[in-house]
């Protein structure tokens, strides 16, 4: 991490033993002229900036007066402790870093050499209490999360050396157990040793078939697991040779990413990839335990990140529409990859990463984005853990959420038919709570172990495509009122919308509402109401349906879908309304870009398995959302 120098002839008076204990070499006998300030530098490449709460570890860093020069030098440290004059014991802390005992301020020369050192420089007076400032600016989305945005539902494809387990009492048995459901770690099934993989790699990988059943369901875009957690890469890599392409596989030397990209774009979708970067148990990174040669130090790892995801992202496959780290990237120890996303993030969205073009994760793996859903956040934006940003109405970031879900409960990779897939109902249940939600659905292909899809996942994913066609295509609207502008002021602190509904009857039908965010999520509480009359109906007239659509009237968001709605029985509405009632700036009013009511009242058959069975799959992706 940073340089680290020798002070030759320096003694220490004191051995570190906690952050309260001040180091102090011990006295000369003899006079010395004070030394030189210390020239401070790092180690070139080394920028990554400390948030207001974080820590930074720097190994072989041996001196005060060097833990100085790297907060000096360091962009956002407010101050240093050493611990430990053997190596290992610098701390960097960002300004409001709450550390065991009150870190030194970064101040002045550093000072420092064989001689001797200068006493540290006392602690500065405290600040003075900070005046009242201007509210933060409201989180607004960038080009790239917009443009995700318009993509309805995407895929996972999850394949990786687990569904590819062996008994523990086989000869090329790892010690590592296997996983690929929650709550199934089958003990008595092993992971393949890294040198046995040539006997054990995915021999028919059906890329093809897995993109056609990813767009047999209308997903838009793909996220291709390349490396999870046990680190056999699905690419060409330089970076070791635990990958596809040093097995037998088509002959040996194939890359499947390289083909995964071309089938992608063939089926008129766009390719992301799934990277593991805080879990690798080929570098015994993680706890998935170790199944390569020797462990990398952190150090290794965060070189090694950066190579892969310069191979990926900055290589030979072309644009990559989403980088989806499992689980985040650990910024605190991966500084580099901080740095490689930063420099070069700006042409994909990354999950996992708040700092440019992120998205998060939604919580939960079920498909299920609880409202209120609100896109900013506030918090540092390079945290080592981005699930530690609070959603807020007045959020600083813009961090949209994405919901994850699994065809058979709960396996992300394949097992067996033990478990049957969801039905129809329930995936299009999840759809509702997630896409209908201002979350966007990714669901899960599993490959079996060879690498092709299951004839039954493939009837699953291809109903379920039907289904949505037949509960949200054109057939199935009634109202379809598009919006320009803002919001029609009702006072100082209310807006509302009116659209027409032409006597719909309200029996069965489902209700999307999505709000302009170009300049941020601004519907904050908000109210629906209906009429039976035409025109300008008198105030009078309009009923609050609000109890009877939700239970939580906050936030819109980009979009928010009310199914299956029985309002007030089946009456013939003439008008609805929003009223928003409260926004979290007055810097602009809110918005809506459309409203649109589906009836499904006379849709029974689009759930009904018999009848999805016979339909044809959907020929194309839905990529209507402006």
């Keep these: 991490m940073a340089a680290s120098r020798s002070h030759p002839g320096l003694t220490w008076a004191t051995v570190f033993v906690s952050f309260s204990t001040v180091v102090v070499p011990a006295h000369s006998t003899e006079a010395a002229p004070p030394p030189p300030p210390l020239q401070c530098s790092t180690e070139s490449g080394w920028t990554f900036s400390l948030g207001a709460s974080k820590v930074a570890h720097l190994e072989n860093v ?25 190596g290992n014991g610098c701390w960097l802390h960002g300004p409001r870093h709450n550390a065991t005992a009150e870190p030194r301020r970064c101040g002045g020369p550093c000072v420092g050499g064989s001689n001797g050192s200068s006493p540290l420089p006392p602690l500065p007076p405290p ?71 040539s006997r054990h790699y995915p021999y028919d990988f059906n890329v093809t078939a897995q993109v056609e059943a990813a767009a047999s369901f209308g997903a838009s875009y793909i996220i291709f697991d390349v490396n999870q957690m046990l680190g056999f890469a699905l690419w060409d890599t330089a970076a070791n040779n635990f990958s596809i392409t040093h097995t037998p596989y088509r002959g040996g030397g194939y890359d499947i990413m390289a083909e995964y990209v ?36 952190p150090e290794e790892q965060d070189r090694f990140i950066v190579q892969q995801l310069t191979e990926l992202m900055l290589g030979k496959y072309g644009d990559i529409f989403e980088l989806w780290f499992d689980g985040g990237v650990n910024n605190a120890v ?32 079920n498909g299920a984005q609880h409202q209120p859903n609100w896109a900013g956040v506030n918090g540092d934006p390079l945290s080592p853990k981005y699930s530690s940003l609070k959603p807020s109405p007045t959020g600083s970031i813009y961090f949209p959420s994405a919901a994850d879900a699994v065809l058979r409960e709960h396996c992300w990779g394949w097992v067996n038919n033990s478990r049957e897939p969801t039905s129809t109902a329930g995936l299009v249940d999840k759809y509702v709570s997630s896409t209908g939600q201002g979350s966007k659905l990714v669901l899960n292909i599993a490959p079996m172990a060879a690498g092709g899809v299951n004839a039954t996942d493939v009837v699953a994913y291809r109903k379920l495509g039907v289904a949505l066609e037949c509960l949200f295509g054109p057939a199935a609207v009634v109202v379809n009122e598009t919006f320009s502008g803002p919001m029609v002021a009702v006072n100082s602190t209310a807006w509302e919308q009116v659209w027409a509904v032409d006597g719909m009857l309200t029996s069965n039908v489902t209700l999307r509402i999505r709000e302009n965010v170009t300049q941020g999520q601004l519907i904050n509480t908000w109210a629906l109401f209906a ?85 044809s799959p959907i020929t194309h992706s839905r990529l209507e959302l402006r």
């Design 262 to 297: 071309v089938a992608c774009r063939a089926f008129g979708i766009k390719p992301g990839i799934f990277y593991t970067a805080n879990t690798n148990a080929y570098n015994g990174i993680g706890n998935r335990g170790v199944l390569g040669p020797r462990v990398l130090t």
């Design 531 to 615: 009429t039976t009359m035409g025109g300008d109906a008198v105030v009078a007239s309009w009923e609050d349906i609000t109890a009877e659509t939700t239970s939580v009237p906050v936030s819109i968001g980009y979009q928010r879908m009310f199914a299956r709605q029985q309002w007030l029985g089946a009456q013939a509405w003439a008008q609805m309304k929003l009223v928003v009632t409260t926004v979290p700036t007055a810097h602009h009013p809110p918005a809506l870009v459309d409203a649109v009511v589906y009836d499904w009242s006379t849709r029974g058959h689009c759930l009904d398995e018999g009848w999805l069975g016979t339909q």
């Design 62 to 86: 041996t001196t005060p007066a060097d833990c100085c020069a790297a907060c000096q030098n360091h962009r956002g440290c407010g101050g240093w402790t050493l611990n430990d004059p053997g």
């Design 334 to 365: 991966y500084n580099r990859t901080a740095q490689f996303l930063l420099e070069h993030g700006g042409g994909w969205v990354t999950h996992g990463f708040p700092a440019l073009n992120g998205i998060r994760w939604c919580g939960n793996e």
């Design 127 to 197: 600040p003075p209490t900070p005046l009242p400032t201007a509210p933060r600016p409201l989180a607004v989305p960038s080009a790239k999360q917009l443009d995700w945005y318009r993509h309805d539902r995407g895929a996972m494809i999850t394949w990786n050396l687990y569904v590819n387990c062996i008994p523990a009492g086989d000869p090329d048995a790892s010690t590592l157990g296997c996983w690929t459901c929650r709550g199934q770690d089958k003990q008595d099934l092993r992971v393949v040793r890294a040198d046995a993989i």
